[in-house]
């Protein structure tokens, strides 16, 4: 199972960027998707998230200003950021929480290589 990340990049104060990650190999279904994120000197945090149902939940420093979605027929998750802050610059990471069709191969989650959101003041 790969995930492939993509759209970080530099950015102004309040403008806007959009990030996208696509999960391919064998399985069976994914059951969360997630955009996590992790600035310089800091512990990686968790921005978004949103269920194969669709309910969604972000960290209050984002809520209002970035808004997740995913597309379950083509594996893929999106993050949209508006409205960007210097202190939203960081490496971003998608996660996925996969599961196979053999019972025996339990739940596991996958990480995206990581892509950088730089915005400056």
Do not use: H
Request: with cysteine; proline share 3%; glycine share 12%.
């Amino acid at each position: 199972v790969q995930l492939q990340a993509s759209g970080g990049g530099l950015v102004q104060a309040g403008g806007s960027l959009r990030l996208s990650c696509a999960a391919s190999g064998g399985f069976s279904r994914i059951n969360t998707m997630s955009w996590y994120r992790q600035a310089p000197g800091k512990q990686r945090e968790l921005v978004a998230i949103i269920a194969s149902g669709g309910s969604t939940d972000y960290a209050d420093s984002v809520k209002g200003r970035f808004t997740i979605s995913r597309d379950n027929a083509k594996n893929m998750v999106g993050l949209q950021m508006n409205s960007l802050k210097p202190e939203d610059t960081a490496v971003y990471y998608c996660n996925a929480e996969v599961v196979f069709s053999d019972p025996r191969v339990p739940t596991y989650d996958y990480w995206g290589q990581g892509t950088l959101v730089t915005v400056s003041s």
